[in-house]
């Protein structure tokens, strides 16, 4: 099955520093990359996702990077904000319904004001 | 707009108890996976439900078993608990066939505890 591997497992940056989370994925056949925000007791967040057929996207401060070659994919977030702060989770996905999300361990990103 | 909900938000159980977590998806979808997410840990998946079926399975064993109905709505049971089933479980919903949206929406969990 699948396999997602997210380094680092914590990250601090001073404010208005950029942050970058990078992932690899181990199935060919994963085709979709989401990356989800979590802020302590909340429920994860859809923060933006990347298909195949795209190597990069772009959402104001965040965007995410996808080279299939390597099976990897990156997260980058520019001008940090302490409400930046939360752990990241990637997670890859094969086509179909199913659709089932395969995460990565997460990252603790503290922006330090 | 509802997105999805789920009940209990937190529950204390004993070891060898069964328990049933509640989820009512997004409105407009119909599709309902749950997964498990330890402390410390990315969520795992535990099974996917459409049309009422189980469709597909993660590495979860048999005294974790779902339910689906026809109003979309989904149950998540356990059985025997173990103090190792103690994390935050997750309801996450989504459309089939929606075309370009693929993302899932989750609830905000229900935190079991087996003491």
């Known amino acids: 099955g699948e396999n997602v591997e997210q380094h680092p497992s914590t990250l601090s940056v001073q404010e208005g520093d950029s942050a970058v989370i990078k992932c690899t994925y181990s199935?060919?056949?994963?085709?979709?990359f989401p990356w989800y925000k979590q802020e302590l007791g909340k429920r994860p967040q859809l923060i933006i996702d990347?298909?195949?057929?795209?190597g990069e996207k772009k959402d104001q401060r965040i965007a995410v990077t996808l080279n299939k070659t390597a099976k990897h994919f990156s997260l980058h977030i520019t001008e940090t904000q302490p409400e930046d702060s939360a752990v990241y989770f990637c997670?890859?996905?094969?086509?179909?319904?199913?659709?089932?999300?395969?995460f990565g361990s997460g990252t603790q990103l503290t922006v330090l004001p | 707009d509802a997105g999805v909900t789920q009940s209990p938000t937190h529950l204390i159980k004993t070891r060898g108890q069964q328990v049933t977590l509640r989820c009512s998806p997004k409105?407009?979808?119909?599709?309902v996976s749950w997964y498990q997410q330890a402390l410390g840990q990315g969520p795992q998946f535990i099974f996917q439900?459409?049309?009422?079926?189980?469709?597909q399975r993660g590495n979860f064993p048999d005294r974790f078993s779902g339910h689906q109905f026809p109003n979309y709505s989904s149950e998540l049971n356990v059985n025997a608990l173990l103090l190792g089933d103690s994390a935050l479980y997750l309801c996450?919903?989504?459309?089939?066939?929606?075309?370009?949206?693929?993302?899932?929406?989750f609830g905000s969990g229900t935190r079991l505890t087996v003491v």
């Open positions: 996450a919903s989504r459309q089939v066939g929606q075309g370009a949206n693929y993302g899932y929406t």
């Open positions: 199935d060919s056949a994963s085709n979709y």
């Open positions: 990347i298909r195949s057929n795209v």
């Open positions: 997670a890859a996905s094969t086509a179909g319904s199913a659709r089932q999300l395969t």
């Open positions: 409105s407009g979808h119909d599709t």
């Open positions: 439900y459409y049309e009422e079926e189980e469709r």
